[in-house]
T-cell receptor, first 116, second 109 residues
């Protein structure tokens, strides 16, 4: 299957700082990428959908100014958690859709963010 | 509203068979997915159903009945490494994935 690489896999940051998470599709062009957040023992919560070259579409309740998403190319989307707080600590996962294969969404490895 | 229901937790014995059910109510239907997720890792794709019937892939099979809004994932010859959460997700009319809360499967020797 197609490969989606997410980096970093783990990050610890101080409160008030910003953290950038990258999501790359390695062997296909991802016209659409999705950012999820997952709390312990909970299902995936869609945060936003990003389309290459346009502004991301955020789900209700997700702060656009806090979770900045950029999808500047067909292979890269970034999520920046700005002014991080301990409650932002979570598991963030990206997925990418290969436009030619609408049957699957390919996931990155996930990023465990801990804000101290 | 949109809703995906699956059992929270199931326990099975190594070598046995287990069936994980999923019922859904969504605005539109463009396929149902099953994913496996080990603790601390991202989900990995297991199966996709868009037409009624059974899709078999090795030890794993997935069944869909669109009229009943129902699917199940069947795992045969269970191995200890199958201990994981299994997520059911439906792609709605907007091509967004609606996720179930996942079923934690515990395999005992």
């Amino acid at each position: 299957g197609a490969v989606v690489s997410q980096h970093p896999s783990r990050v610890i940051c101080k409160s008030g700082t910003s953290v950038k998470i990258e999501c790359r599709s390695l062997d296909f062009q991802a016209t659409t990428m999705f950012w999820y957040r997952q709390f312990p023992k909970k299902s995936l919560m869609l945060m936003a959908t990003s389309n290459e070259g346009s502004k991301a579409t955020y789900e209700q309740g997700v702060e656009k100014d806090k979770f900045l998403i950029n999808h500047a190319s067909l292979t890269l989307s970034t999520l920046t958690v700005t002014s991080a707080h301990p409650e932002d600590s979570s598991f963030y996962i990206c997925s990418a859709r290969d436009g030619d294969k609408v049957t699957e969404a390919f996931f990155g490895q996930g990023t465990r963010l801990t804000v101290v | 509203g949109q809703n995906i229901d699956q059992p929270t937790e199931m326990t099975a014995t190594e070598g046995a068979i287990v069936q994980i059910n999923c019922t859904y109510q969504t605005s539109g239907f463009n396929g149902l997915f099953w994913y496996q997720q080990h603790a601390g890792e991202a989900p990995t794709f297991l199966s996709y159903n868009v037409l009624d019937g059974l899709e078999e892939k090795g030890r794993f099979s997935s069944f869909l009945s669109r009229s009943k809004g129902y699917s199940y994932l069947l795992l045969k010859e269970l191995q200890m490494k199958d201990s994981a959460s299994y997520l059911c997700a439906v792609r709605d009319s907007n091509y967004q994935l609606i996720w179930g809360a996942g079923t934690k499967l515990i395999i005992k020797p």
